[in-house]
């Protein structure tokens, strides 16, 4: 057992093995930090403890003087996110264009949604850009595809020891390194204590397992006539299996064996009775009870925050940033708005994801990482090696992972926490140490090629399917199952 401590509270999980031998192999090989002793108060004791000289660093990897130029795609800052990520953001390549004054920058931001897709679609047309930040569901399927140059942290300056054990898997592909991570991150579970009192509920506890949050749904909608909780289901967007999966590897479901320690990805667990039973929650608050928005179908996060504010939904998973999304939104609000919305943040309360019938509790390890192209895929077929290592330096940096992750995840670069920037989001940043202390409980998603397909498409397109009606549970699972068994085709 773990014990972690929240706000005094003690809070007892069991850790899976995979995590457990991640963490203990992380420390084994010389980390910067002791992950085995993760905790709010360990990574409190280290914030703030050592200085680093980011452009001193980067000098090292690509000279500052350096002549060049740089095409460069990225998520970037939109709808849902905290206006101070945006400050960073905008800082970053301030920074960065004064720091490297020669190097010519041509960066595009995109949405979650439109990345992918239009990163695909750039590919087929040899008019990609030099180097990319994408989502950590997405750097497998191109690696396997032969469109990434192979890139370790070492290319550009640091160790592999660096960063999370999960993160480096995640940029793995037959042995190859061909990424960077630059921010990590988990969820936690948020509720209104307010809302709680009201429905008769505990208002200091989250509720303990996912069967208790379908009974808190229904009890909330029942008596006070709103939505229990925010369900997400919509198709092709990356809120849907970021909210799924750590319901679906509670129940002790899975895609694959992917929450095990040494995952082998040779069966297919979509139909699992445990996975069924995962599914039947959603469907039991859709459906059954109807506890959640009914828009949850279309609704992505940003949809439910405002719900959240106005007092008209009770529970949601999202990250430590939406406590800050709120006080932005309130400032958008007037007249007696402005006091409901002041009551909801006084009331936010932030807590560990609930855990499965048998105690286990997950959430997915999330985060982004910066690959290289191959040339021949990139617009003019050329590569400014130097220029997108200096990038992928200050973006993979102790300072900037952190900055770059200030409101909303965690930095790549575990030398990051040891920072005063990290200090100063402990003491600014409410709830930040309670997300920041699910990251044992993180899974990766499958690294596999696939696994853009199957999170985005045929995981949701699983929940639509279940909560319209058009399938009942089982078969929902079931097809989502032979689909991805079609989708690996030989691999299984």
Known sequence: MTRISL????????????????????????????????????VRSIAGTQEFDTAGDCA????????????????????????????YYKEFFETF????????????????????????????????????????????????????????????????EDFWPGAMKAVTWEGVTYGVPTNNETMAFIWNADIFKRAGLDPDKAPATWDDV??????????????????????????TPYRFMPQLWAYGGGVFDEATASPTYKQVELDSPQSKAALQASYDMYVRDKSVPVSALTNQQADNQPLFL??????????PSDYNVMLDLQKKTTGSDKDKAQTVIDNMRYGLIPTGPDGKRAVVFGGSNIHILKPEY??????????????????????????????????GNLNGFKTKWMKERLDSIKFLDVTTSMLPYGIPFPALPQSPEIMNIIVPDMLQNALTGA?????????????????MGGGL
């Not at 060049?68 to 709808?79: A, D, I, M, S």
């Not at 009974?215 to 939505?227: E, F, P």
């Open 60 to 87: 090292k990897v690509t000279p500052l003087d350096y002549k060049g130029r740089l095409t460069f795609w990225y998520q970037g800052v939109f709808e849902g996110d905290p206006d101070l990520l945006r400050q």
């Open 214 to 239: 379908v009974k808190y749904s229904k009890q909330i909608h029942d008596k006070l006539g709103i939505a229990g909780y925010g369900l997400v289901a919509r198709k092709n967007a990356g809120n």
């Open 310 to 319: 106005a007092g008209q939904l009770a529970m949601m998973v999202s990250h």
């Open 471 to 487: 399938m009942t549970v089982d078969q929902a699972a079931d097809d989502a199952a032979k689909r991805v068994k079609e989708l």
């Open 378 to 411: 990139v617009e003019g077929g050329k590569v400014d090696e130097p220029a997108a290592k200096a990038l992928g330096c200050m973006w993979a940096s102790p300072e900037w992972s952190l900055k770059m992750a200030y409101a909303g995840s965690n930095p």
């Open 97 to 160: 264009r004064k720091t490297y004054p020669n190097i010519q920058l041509e960066e595009q931001a995109l949405t979650y949604n439109d990345l992918l897709d239009k990163f695909r679609t750039a590919l087929l047309g040899n008019a990609a850009p030099m180097a990319v930040r994408l989502q950590i569901l997405g750097g497998t399927e191109f690696a396997a595809k032969g469109y990434l140059q192979p890139l370790k942290p070492e290319d550009v300056g640091y160790s592999t």
């Open 7 to 42: 706000g005094g509270a003690v809070v007892r999980g069991t850790l899976s093995t995979a995590l457990t031998l991640s963490l203990m192999s992380a420390s084994a090989l010389g980390a910067p930090v002791d992950l085995s002793k993760w905790s709010p108060e360990y």
